[in-house]
């Protein structure tokens, strides 16, 4: 998921927690601009624990802060507020404030402290590096958000880094300053970070049960978190007096101890009972970041609240939260850390590199101080080069990614079929990344190739859970994604028996127009490294080429299927036929069916004698003559010739396509062909062929479709209809059509007919009443 693909509402509440943190900024600034210039005592004061504010009071014996017992000779007791502390300071330029101190290792000391004008440099001494690791956890939050938007984890650090940046932005605000709305935001800031622990306890490791089925219980937290900031401000408005003192001794910080060892405990449970390896690390992780980086800091502000017990300066102990920020960026970028090997390689030699460079440096600017210019020049250009040398060594694979996907994409491209494509995809991660196992799968005609594994028996890859999520998602799924997100929590099972079937880590998707066609199922690296971006991208990059090759192959099979299918057509139908069988599906769509046709037959009288007497050469000739002059009236009235036989020949109307006119048709080709042959027949007179033609035309049902087996098939017309006008046409004397009743019924007064009587037909019982179909009129109508 996408940011951009968030609800308003999601977008909304993320603005929110980013924009709380940006107001303490800008509080936190506004407060530094105001103060900068004006006197500064050197000290704050958080109840009764002194901390310096300048360097110079640091040096001057405040590092490492105390609990203050005197203030130029007053004693103080109780637990005091900075306003009321400062009411009886010399706060003018030029004077002296005396402090005595207890040390955090029980001894007494007095300090003596002179008051200045506030620098920048002060400022940065005192709050810098507090505000310099809020804004740090602020950024890590937002680009692990911006990377893993709208999850569940991906908020409670959000909402976590959000808290902890704005007290340590807000901090000395908090306790310095007299303005309500400063001191307000540090008190609220103070009551979340004190609750938003049970937040990150419910979303990490993995998402608790309790947060799925009531995600509610979120308002429970922060409605606490809420009561205390009230409380707090309360505690802060009426100086610590009556009740609210206890608020302000402690109630916070038991609060935030309580919601540690809830994280804490989660952590430690998980790590030691999960069935799962991948949640197991994920808790030791968050386990050992909490422990030395926020449990520390809980136990120094409850003894500090609680006890009244300083043991060191608070600002150094919060530098203890890298810790934290280590693990939780660690889970976050799991993938690129996975590879730590590498990456700490390469910080040694970056270190070591830079730390040459630097004391080369400063031994030139010892020598000469713009000597240092000569050292950049060729840095600029000579660092590149470094770079990719130190890339190409630590990923030899990454540096040819380029060369090896071309190869893979030329060799896809080569393939000739589906399975040629298969088997070239399934090799493909063991030479990008050193893949130990591999299989590639199209949907939903289950074709399959392996590579390093078998493939576990079982239902259809089609059938699994894990692949009907990736149709769904249409982006990669890798087995840690199973084991953390909380989406996965009902078919987890099902999705890693489908990763042990496939012997796979991650799947990918193979996308044909955003619909998911196929998967690729990528098993460990040998090296034991995880799938980092550039590798995933790589993959994905073969992916799309390999169906882009299985498309091409399908694409040139239809192809071939179409052209074969044509020629098979082009023996029985004329061009305008083909054309619209082939637009309505093609051969595949011409079954058997009964249907209304209009027959022809046509045979050669005399041919018989004809052929005894003339060399076969000859015979060849002049059929091929008469037929190519039938063949183009056959064409040219849109018939379907169903053979060619000797000398004879069958044509029929109405089928494969709907004719209306079929009798017509038939009439009207009939009369061209008489006219055709009477033209032939003069020059065969001239040789002394004697030779002409008898024609018979019927029209009725009969069943039409394709007879024979597979490569070699005729279009036929089966049927009484057929005998019928081939018994006419074996009756018909050279140069006469013979027609039956009931062509004669269908034609209209245009053509001209006679009787030719009741004629006994072999095959039928009864005689059979055909007509002579003359010319005149009808053959001028025919030939014009």
């Not at 203030?71 to 007791?77: M, P, T």
């Not at 970070?193 to 509610?216: E, K, S």
């Not at 004809?610 to 064409?635: C, K, N, Q, W």
């Not at 062929?689 to 024609?695: E, F, L, N, P, T």
Request: a positive charge; one cysteine or more.
């Amino acid at each position: 998921m996408h940011f951009r693909d968030g609800t308003v509402r999601q977008k909304a509440l993320f603005a929110t927690l980013v924009g709380v943190y940006i107001v303490g900024l800008g509080i936190a600034f506004t407060d530094k601009v105001e103060r900068v210039g004006k006197p500064d005592v050197g000290w704050v004061m958080d109840g009764r624990d002194v901390f310096p504010t300048r360097d110079d009071a640091g040096a001057a014996g405040l590092y490492g802060g105390g609990r203050a017992l005197r203030i130029n000779g007053q004693a103080l007791q109780g637990r005091l507020w900075w306003l009321e502390v400062r009411a009886n300071l010399r706060s003018a330029t030029g004077d002296t404030n005396i402090l005595t101190l207890q040390r955090p290792d029980g001894t007494v000391s007095q300090v003596s402290v002179p008051v200045r004008a506030l620098r920048w440099t002060d400022v940065f001494y005192a709050e810098g590096s507090t505000t310099g690791l809020g804004v740090l956890f602020v950024t890590v939050a937002i680009a692990s958000f911006l990377l893993r938007p709208f999850t569940a984890s991906s908020w409670a650090l959000l909402a976590l880094c959000c808290a902890i940046g704005g007290v340590l932005t807000s901090q000395f605000v908090g306790a310095g300053a007299d303005n309500f709305l400063h001191v307000l935001y540090f008190r609220a800031m103070v009551g979340f970070v004190c609750c938003v622990p049970f937040h990150a306890g419910l979303a990490f490791p993995v998402v608790h049960p309790l947060l799925l089925r009531r995600p509610r219980i979120l308002l429970v937290v922060y409605g606490l978190g809420a009561a205390i900031a009230v409380a707090q401000a309360a505690a802060w408005y009426t100086n610590f007096a009556g009740p609210l003192r206890y608020v302000g001794g402690g109630l916070d910080t038991t609060v935030l101890l309580l919601g540690m060892l809830f994280f804490v405990g989660r952590c430690c449970v998980l790590a030691l009972g999960d069935r799962d390896p991948l949640v197991t690390q994920r808790a030791r992780v968050l386990f050992a970041g909490v422990l030395f980086g926020v449990l520390p800091i809980g136990v120094l502000l409850f003894l500090r609240g609680a006890l009244q017990m300083v043991v060191i300066d608070i600002r150094l102990a919060y530098w203890a939260l890298t810790v934290l920020l280590l693990a939780l960026g660690y889970l976050t970028a799991r993938h690129e850390l996975f590879n730590a090997r590498i990456a700490v390689r390469r910080a040694v030699i970056y270190a070591v590199v830079v730390g040459v460079l630097t004391a080369f440096a400063v031994l030139l600017t010892t020598v000469r101080p713009y000597a240092v210019a000569v050292l950049l020049l060729p840095l600029l250009y000579w660092w590149p080069l470094f770079d990719q040398r130190l890339n190409a060594w630590l990923y030899p694979k990454r540096t040819r990614f380029p060369d090896l996907v071309r190869a893979i994409g030329a060799e896809l491209a080569a393939s000739p079929t589906v399975d040629a494509v298969l088997a070239a995809l399934a090799g493909a991660p063991e030479r990008l990344c050193d893949a130990q196992s591999c299989v590639a799968f199209l949907l939903p005609d289950e074709h399959v190739s392996a590579v390093g594994c078998a493939l576990a028996p079982g239902r259809r890859l089609g059938d699994e859970t894990l692949v009907q999520l990736l149709k769904t998602t249409r982006r990669e799924i890798l087995r840690d994604h199973v084991a953390i997100e909380p989406q996965y929590a009902n078919i987890r099972g099902d999705c890693y028996a489908c990763f042990d079937r496939l012997q796979a880590e991650l799947l990918l998707p193979l996308l044909r127009d955003d619909v998911v066609v196929g998967g690729l199922g990528i098993g460990a690296r040998a090296s034991g490294d995880v799938y980092a971006a550039p590798e995933l991208a790589a993959l994905s990059t073969v992916a799309q080429q390999a169906v882009q090759a299985i498309a091409r192959v399908e694409a040139t099979q239809r192809l071939r299927e179409r052209e074969t299918e044509f020629a098979d057509l082009k023996r029985f139908f004329p061009p305008q036929i083909i054309d619209q069988v082939m637009a309505r599906g093609g051969a595949a769509e011409l079954r058997s069916q009964r249907k209304l046709v209009s027959v022809f037959f046509a045979d050669l009288r005399g041919f018989t004698s004809f052929s005894d007497s003339v060399e076969p050469e000859e015979v060849m000739a002049t059929l091929a003559e008469y037929h190519a002059a039938m063949g183009r009236r056959i064409a040219a009235f849109g018939g379907t010739l169903e053979r060619f036989a000797g000398d004879g020949f069958m044509v029929f109307f109405n089928d494969p396509v709907d004719q209306a006119d079929h009798v017509e048709r038939t009439v009207r080709m009939a009369l061209a062909m008489r006219t055709d042959v009477q033209r032939l027949r003069e020059g065969w007179l001239r040789k002394g062929y004697q030779i002409d033609v008898g024609m018979g035309i019927h029209t009725g049902y009969a069943t039409c479709g394709f007879v024979g087996y597979e490569g070699r098939r005729d279009y036929a017309v089966i049927g009484n209809v057929t005998n019928l006008a081939a018994r006419l046409s074996a009756a018909a004397a050279g140069g006469e059509i013979l027609i039956t009743a009931r062509v004669r019924g269908e034609l209209h007064d245009g053509y001209r007919t006679e009787p030719a009587g009741e004629l006994t037909l072999k095959g039928f019982h009864q005689p059979q009443a055909a007509y002579r179909l003359l010319e005149a009129q009808a053959q001028q109508r025919a030939t014009g």
